[in-house]
């Protein structure tokens, strides 16, 4: 690595977007400004502000927001001087208007979010997201759910429809080193030269910023983190453990290491109900596959049906459910828990 | 049915079924392809012709080897032929069928929409059939509502229902290329069908496509805001005498549970919710009975079109 300079990566926060799943969706304006403006101080470029699934994610099915996402997206875009304050959306939960609602509120750049083999669903809202002059990116979610080739030509139909960067998502944080070096190999040789490619770590087998240091050895040029974690199972990769680790391997990231640390330290710990942490659900996730973001759900179905969250965690990844469907939670626990009175 | 049984039922209909109506089925993906093969089982409808753009698809050569007239030269083509049929099933676009909807209407033919352009009134067999106008466009909804807004009427027919949201999960083998292009009219229309017919306050609809292989069996999910003190008993009947009425033309329409009644939270704004998990197994009429959603909006349509016969032969 010291042969020569590295090409400087961007990093993306999103402790107010996948963190809050881990609140529950209950941020308030307040904490969202704190952190927009300690993130903004110590030079993150991108910000990311939605509830955990997205914009329209408040809902029975995924919990509802405390505050209106276009309220936090404004007050975001109010609170940052340099930063770019940016949205997810998942075709499905979210449309076209909460989009431009977004837009209206400032928000600069739609991160547009499908399942790894439906990238074909997003067409439209790249297109109305380039229309708007939104910055885009594509986040190609559960990643390890498919071979290296198959991802790389759902990058490509994103690509295609208009997205500038295409994420290698690891949402059940299941991609164990090699699987993720290989995927974004894969994804950079097939849309590298007009696109570009970024990783999305969980620390569900504690491999979050390794998988985002392979990504970046591998071409990736756009990383996710979050402050203390802060998000769904495990949580992610932490966005103070990113940055040093990428400015000792001599990686440009524009963060300043102090600002980012303070940043943790100082704003995001005192707030947090519990720091996420690999406990026998997350860890199920990370082994078994599953979006993490089940994880809350399935403590929430445990307490109410009386099975316990990692057998849910498990049956819902051997079933092969998805990001979005959350209310099979429900369903596991109700199954199991017929199969346990018909035992007994 | 062979041939000669469908000639024999066009010149003699059966007692009280009155005249047999004609039908184009414009759009031959999927769902056009499913309704195709209901069709060709219906005692009031005869199918006049299938019509595409896409000259040797796999849903035109299926047309033609049911030995049904099947052409790829769209929608021009048919209205040049001399004679028109009384009704189009359309099954494009929401794009599609906005751009065709005028065309059907000026040449005289009632029109139902099995995209989610929802043009015309809403249509949700089990609980506005009986009052269907003449209206000349009738919107089938979406696959989602149909399999949830009866659900969501069960409900408000028993107590006050100010939210609900639905989510469909389908497997993604299901879901073609006008489903792909169309997510946000899906979950827009849905949710304006939950409000309009499901009689919610305001409505709220997500869809999933899930590609696991065996595909999944389309599941649908309805959560209702409820009264803390609503009558928990009567709305369970309610929802249970639903699912029966729906099982009637969809007959793998099941409940996967027993409603299940949350208390009151203050996140809901102090209301209590309930939950009602359902599985729609299709007829496997076409793509295998995995495919629940192309049977219920395909059921359903074929329903709205015979009950379009049945009104036709007592006015």
Redesign the interface.
């Known amino acids: 690595m010291t042969e020569k300079t590295a090409e400087k990566i961007r990093i993306t926060d999103s402790t107010l977007r996948d963190g809050s799943h881990a609140m529950a969706h209950r941020f308030t304006e307040e904490q969202v400004r704190g952190v927009v403006h300690a993130l903004d101080a110590a030079g993150v470029e991108v910000i990311e502000v939605t509830h955990g699934d997205g914009l329209g994610g408040s809902s029975f099915n995924y919990g509802f927001s405390l505050e209106d996402d276009v309220k936090l997206v404004a007050a975001a875009v109010d609170e940052a001087t340099r930063a770019k304050i940016a949205v997810l959306m998942l075709p499905g939960v979210g449309t076209v208007e909460d989009l431009k609602l977004a837009h209206d509120a400032g928000a600069a750049v739609a991160r547009i979010a499908t399942h790894c083999t439906e990238a074909d669903v997003s067409l439209q809202h790249f297109a109305a997201a380039r229309d708007l002059g939104m910055e885009t990116v594509g986040f190609l979610m559960m990643a390890h759910r498919v071979e290296p080739d198959v991802l790389a030509k759902q990058a490509r139909i994103m690509v295609d429809g208009g997205a500038q960067c295409v994420y290698v998502v690891d949402s059940a944080g299941a991609l164990v080193l090699g699987d993720a070096q290989e995927r974004i190999s894969a994804v950079v040789k097939e849309i590298g030269h007009e696109a570009q490619v970024g990783f999305h770590g969980h620390q569900n087998l504690s491999l979050g910023v390794a998988n985002s240091v392979l990504a970046q050895q591998n071409g990736a040029l756009q990383i996710d983190g979050a402050l203390c974690a802060l998000g769904a199972g495990a949580g992610n990769s932490p966005t103070e453990v990113l940055v040093p680790t990428f400015e000792r391997l001599g990686v440009p990231t524009g963060v300043d290491v102090q600002g980012v640390m303070a940043a943790a330290d100082e704003v995001v710990k005192p707030f947090l109900h519990r720091l996420p942490f690999a406990d026998r659900g997350a860890i199920t996730q990370g082994y078994a596959g599953v979006y993490s973001s089940f994880l809350l759900h399935a403590e929430r179905a445990a307490e109410r049906y009386e099975v316990p969250a990692h057998e849910i965690l498990q049956k819902v990844g051997e079933a092969g459910y998805v990001g979005g469907q959350e209310d099979m939670i429900i369903d596991v626990a109700l199954q199991l828990r017929a199969e346990r009175e018909r035992a007994s | 049915m062979s041939e000669a049984d469908r000639g024999a039922r066009e010149t003699v209909p059966s007692p009280g079924a009155g005249r047999r109506l004609s039908a184009a089925i414009v759009g031959p993906g999927n769902i056009g392809t499913d309704l195709l093969v209901k069709l060709m089982r219906s005692e009031l409808i005869d199918v006049h012709s299938v019509v595409g753009v896409i000259p040797g698809s796999d849903g035109l050569e299926r047309a033609r080897k049911m030995g049904v007239e099947a052409s790829a030269e769209g929608v021009d083509w048919l209205l040049k032929q001399p004679t028109l049929p009384d009704l189009v099933f359309e099954s494009t676009s929401a794009k599609a069928h906005l751009a065709n909807a005028p065309r059907y209407e000026e040449a005289g033919i009632t029109a139902i929409d099995l995209t989610p352009a929802a043009t015309g009134p809403l249509v949700c067999p089990p609980v506005n059939l009986d009052t269907l106008s003449d209206a000349p466009n009738l919107n089938m909804i979406t696959c989602g509502g149909q399999a949830t807004i009866p659900i969501v009427h069960a409900v408000s027919s028993v107590v006050p229902v100010p939210y609900a ?1 639905i ?1 469909a ?1 389908i497997a ?1 083998r299901s879901a073609g ?1 006008g489903t ?2 169309n ?2 009219e ?3 229309t849905t949710a304006r069908a939950i409000e309009k017919v499901g009689g919610a306050g305001r409505g ?1 609809a ?7 292989d065996p595909p ?1 069996i389309m ?1 649908d ?1 309805v ?1 209702c ?1 409820i009264p803390p003190d609503a009558d928990t008993g009567a709305i369970q009947e309610s929802v249970e005498k639903m699912v029966a009425e729906v099982a009637v033309y969809v007959p793998g329409y099941t409940l ?2 027993e409603p ?1 009644f ?1 208390g009151p939270r203050d ?2 704004n102090g209301m209590a ?1 309930v ?1 009602v ?1 359902l599985e729609v197994r299709g007829n496997g009429d076409y793509l295998p009975p995995w495919a629940g959603n192309l049977d219920i909006m395909t059921a359903a349509a074929a329903r709205v079109g015979e009950q379009i016969a049945r009104r036709k032969a007592t006015s």
């Open positions: 949201e989510v999960s993604s290329p792909r292009a997510i946000d899906f979950t827009q709220k997500i869809i999933i496509l899930n590609p696991v999944m599941r999910t959560f805001a996967r549970a299940q949350d996140i809901w919710r939950a998990f």
